[in-house]
């Protein structure tokens, strides 16, 4: 019974919202610390909570009370028959009772949010700015930024068990990640701009790391030097409240811990610290509400869980000792309002879920802080009772009738020491956990579920026919829950205000974000896995030549095969917090780069890139392999800023290449991880150049497009048409099979004859045959290069005639 | 022609806004590719006192490809030849687009400071400095001397 209390006051608080949640946990601690012996004003803080219940949630509270106590009994059948939370839509129906919603309604609105809708609630979303880690959320430390753009903690990376990026899931490589080192630029502005509070993040770490060799005490001292420089780092406090933890230091532990629930009030680990505190000190009940909100907040974390189980099958087996024993002792609280109809106060047909009622003392309390006076206080009697009560039993008490084993502890230990970061585990691994662990009790005997089919159905009722209105922040929290990608981070909700970091407008310094490469502010930083900065376009061009970074030498070419992978928007991506600290702290320096950036485009459109290979025709394929840097950046460029065209002349001695030429539109391309790739392209249009230069390497010129000349006589040169078609199909037919072969297939078929007159470029069949024909290019050139199509005709007859005798002369 | 691309801009900027230390590169008015740089022998080696003239040209390319560097002053070192061709990795396959001018210029310095026979371009100059060290020193001297001091060819 003390669960649904205590449930009930963890629903009464997340419905009321974030607010009273922090009032809440303020009330609980009081509480402890009365129980600790120390006092406490706890009437002003029933008060002060009193005012926050508005009588609208009063009139709701019965309901959720109902729905409450149904699920804790739920939760205590599916404990017992270990089986809680096998299937993931369970613990959705569970959480959206909790909330007082109906599941689907959760479903639908996690949607929503994932799709962006106006509906998506940012209240408590964690207050973070481009200097915290999206994991741990605190201050970046050791800064590592992955190819997707995102960075994070090298430690979050390293000792976390993150499959995925949390910010975009984009999917990690595992054994990659120990190869990337620190964003040196971001270190170095960190460091400059934020120097205090990196040190105290430094010397987190240094006291996370003592705690995990065990070294409690030199844990204390390190993290309470890393609070003197940070006083708010939930990091620090929530590892201090462990190292106390250790030291059996509970009362510091405590005061560690529930400032940490303050700050981030939605983090499953500190809720499960706190359990492991409360369970400690025999408070457990509380211990109880900890570990479930926990498991509330993150469904999959298993040592809450184990928790949460081990303590519901303790209660619910002494209670069923106890019943034997002594029925009597059991007050009538134990009742639910359903069952309290049913059995009308007899305890001959009591409910399996009875627990006991001196359990419920603290949670009593909390129940009387929030004015509950209905069913679950009838049985109580008068509050002097409540108080007699509240004090007969204390953290001694607890623990012996709990008959707590030593080896909890010794669990509750390592899970301290490895639960760093939330463990993401899959519903299939934990539901083999727990089925290596059945329930057992102290004879060794598995502990037999009850669940009667009227509780069966009632549980049902309650979990998919309620509604009733939720907090904001809460159906945040949920939807976040339901989103694994975000769920994972494990830190949900820090606080409800935004953070905004101060920088000293005097230390920022544009030379800081310069690139070595160009030697201007960055434009779209990339960073590599040396964590090197660059900007997109100095980087990408420099490993068109060599697979290396060019500050460090280290081998890019994971990183380019990595890049390749990826490659829908042909870039590697950017590095997101040096982007956003530049948009924010250098906006002026931006726009003017910003502008050179946009001069230099339009500079490339002042003239067709032209790259010197072969010959090409209208309307005929002409597959490329590029493999040579210019011709790298060329394509980029033509991809990006040209509308994917390009020129194509043959090469000519003496010249830069052949003044005739065509221009190529690519209709597919697939790049390589080294950064080659294959093209396939076509030809369209007939150009003249002039004005040959060589930018950036290749080629570029002037040019003026080749237009076939008005022909009034179009008869006539219909006529010629079909005789040269028929030439060419009949020269065609007499090549042997494997020559027509593999024509067809650079080429394509031989085309149909279409009668294309006074357009630019006349029949496009007349390109494809002379595209085959075995005449020198040079020729050819000539061919492309005429305007007049009756005299290309001529030229094409005559080119027949001379194939036509060497046929019959061999 | 396009324009001088920024980057070799900024680099002549702060090569005369902020000169190195015993080495001097002025763009050409012609051409701004083209430097006239002047080195000090350094202190403590056989180059002391002289003042070595060099041309360095920014190809195309640049900086995607290196630097064309030459030492028009005559010059007895194991690493330079004749013609006055330096033998330097960072010259040639060891370039990164993310070296400068001022970098090239200074291990050029640095490599008058510290002469390498075992990777030598002038082959009869690094046999004799590794076969007679101190006469190849003198000799060094003698040519700064000679060709490197009070406006000598
Ligand atoms: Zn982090
Ligand atoms: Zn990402
Ligand atoms: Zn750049
Ligand atoms: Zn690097």
């Known amino acids: 019974m003390s669960e649904i209390h205590a449930m009930l006051d963890a629903s009464n608080s997340l419905n009321i919202g974030a607010d009273s949640a922090l009032l809440l946990e303020k009330s609980v601690s009081v509480n402890i610390k009365e129980k600790l012996n120390l006092k406490s004003k706890l009437t002003a803080d029933r008060q002060l909570l009193k005012t926050i219940v508005s009588p609208q949630r009063q009139s709701q509270k019965s309901k959720i009370k109902l729905e409450l106590r149904s699920i804790v009994k739920e939760i205590a059948a599916k404990v017992t028959s270990s089986e809680i939370n096998t299937e993931a839509h369970k613990v959705t129906a569970v959480i959206a009772t909790l909330l007082g919603r109906s599941s689907s309604k959760i479903a639908a609105s996690s949607k929503e949010t994932s799709q962006g809708s106006s509906k998506v609630f940012t209240g408590s979303f964690p207050a973070m ?51 990337y080192r620190f964003n040196i630029v971001l270190v170095r502005i960190l460091q400059k701009w934020h120097s205090v509070e990196y040190k105290g993040r430094s010397l987190t770490e240094k006291g996370i790391n003592h705690l995990s060799k065990q070294n409690f005490g030199e844990a204390v001292k390190v993290l309470s030097e890393a609070l003197s420089c940070v006083p708010g780092s939930h990091m620090a406090l929530l590892h201090r409240a462990k190292a106390y933890y250790f030291l059996n230091l509970f009362d510091e532990a405590l005061e560690d811990i529930f400032k940490v629930c303050q700050l981030a009030h939605a983090w499953p680990e500190a809720y499960y610290v706190k359990g492991e505190i409360l369970y400690k000190l025999g408070c457990v009940e509380e211990a109880l509400i900890a570990y479930f909100i926990s498991l509330v907040l993150e469904p999959s974390k298993v040592c809450s869980r184990n928790k949460v189980r081990k303590i519901l099958t303790q209660i619910i087996h002494h209670t069923e000792e106890r019943e034997e024993s002594d029925s009597k002792s059991l007050s ?249 600290i530049i948009n924010q702290y250098l906006a002026v320096q931006l726009k003017e780069r910003q502008q050179q950036h946009e001069e230099e485009i339009e500079e490339l459109n002042q003239a067709q890139p032209i790259f010197v290979c072969t010959i090409a025709f209208p309307s005929v394929p002409c597959p490329l392999h590029i493999f040579e840097p210019r011709y790298r950046l060329m394509l980029r460029r033509c991809l990006e800023h040209n509308d994917k065209e390009f020129g194509m002349c043959m090469p000519v001695p003496g010249k830069p290449h052949h003044e005739v030429g065509t221009m190529l539109k690519v209709r597919d391309v697939t790049f390589f991880p080294d950064g080659r790739s294959v093209v396939d392209s076509a030809g369209f249009r007939r150009f003249r150049t002039s004005d040959c230069r060589v930018q950036d390497g290749y080629n570029v010129a002037k040019i003026k497009f080749i237009v076939d000349r008005k022909e009034a006589d179009v008869d006539m040169i219909e006529q010629q048409m079909t005789v040269v078609y028929n030439d060419a199909v009949e020269w065609f037919t007499k090549l042997p099979v494997d020559t027509r072969t593999r024509i067809k297939s650079h080429f394509g078929d031989f085309p149909a004859q279409d009668n294309k007159i006074n357009t630019e470029n006349g029949p496009d069949w007349l390109w494809w045959v002379l595209a085959i024909l075995p005449v020198e290019d040079r020729v050819k050139a000539t061919i492309l290069g005429n305007e007049d199509l009756l005299k290309r005709l001529g030229i094409f007859r005559k080119i027949f005639a001379i194939l036509k005798r060497r046929n019959t002369e061999r | 022609m396009a324009g001088l691309p920024r980057r070799i801009t900024k680099e002549t900027q702060r090569l005369l806004s902020e000169p190195v230390q015993g080495i001097s590169a002025t763009p050409d008015e012609n051409n701004l590719r083209y430097f006239h740089v002047t080195i000090n022998g350094p202190k403590d080696s056989p180059f002391e006192g002289g003042v070595f003239k060099l041309e360095l040209f920014l190809p195309e390319e640049y900086p995607m490809a290196a630097p064309k560097v030459r030492f028009n002053t005559k010059i007895y070192h194991p690493n330079i030849d004749k013609i006055g061709r330096i033998c330097l990795d960072i010259l040639k396959d060891k370039w990164s687009p993310a070296l400068q001018v001022r970098t090239v210029l200074l291990s050029i310095q640095a490599l008058l400071s510290a002469p390498n026979p075992d990777d030598p371009l002038a082959n009869d100059v690094a046999d004799n400095w590794k076969r007679n060290e101190a006469a190849a020193i003198k000799t060094a001297r003698e040519w700064t001397q000679k060709y490197a001091m009070s406006g000598g060819q």
Not at chain 1, 139 to 163: K, N
Not at chain 1, 171 to 179: A, C, F, I, V
Not at chain 1, 370 to 388: P, R, T, Y
């Open chain 1, 332 to 580: 009538p609280i134990c009742r639910s309002p359903t069952n309290k109809k049913r059995s009308h106060g007899s305890c001959s047909t009591s409910p399996p879920y009875k627990l006991p009622c001196h359990l419920s003392t603290s949670s009593k309390d909390v129940v009387g802080l929030l004015g509950a006076s209905d069913v679950f206080c009838e049985g109580v009697g008068s509050s002097n009772e409540v108080e007699e009560k509240t004090f007969k039993y204390l953290p001694h008490g607890y623990a012996s009738e709990l008959k707590i084993k030593s080896e909890d502890t010794c669990e509750m230990g390592s899970c301290l020491l490895h639960s760093h970061f939330p463990v993401d585990i899959s519903y299939e691994e934990i539901r083999i956990k727990l089925e290596q662990e059945p329930v057992i009790d102290e004879k060794g005997q598995l502990i037999p579920v009850h669940l009667t089919p009227e509780l069966e159905s009632e549980i049902d009722r309650l979990l998919f026919n309620t509604e009733s209105a939720v907090t904001r922040d809460l159906q945040t929290i949920c939807n976040m829950s339901f989103n694994r990608e975000v769920a994972v981070g494990g830190l949900l909700s820090i606080s409800t205000t935004t953070l905004q970091r101060n920088v000293d407008q005097t230390l920022i310094d544009a030379s800081d974000f310069e690139c070595s490469l160009c030697m201007r502010l960055f434009y779209d930083p990339v960073c590599t896995p040396c964590g090197h900065i660059f900007c997109l376009l100095c980087i990408e061009r420099c490993l068109d030549h060599n697979a290396q970074c060019p500050l460090c030498k280290r081998s890019m070419h994971h990183y380019m095969a990595n890049a390749a992978e990826s490659m829908e928007k042909l870039h590697p991506i950017c590095d997101y917090v040096t982007k956003n």
């Open chain 1, 129 to 179: 700015d481009d200097f915290s880690c999206q994991r741990c959320y605190e201050l970046l430390y050791d800064p590592v930024t992955l190819p997707c753009g995102h960075t994070f903690c090298q430690s979050c990376l390293w000792i976390s068990t993150m499959q995925n990026c949390v910010v975009c899931s984009k999917p990690l490589k595992q054994e990659e990640l120990r190869l």
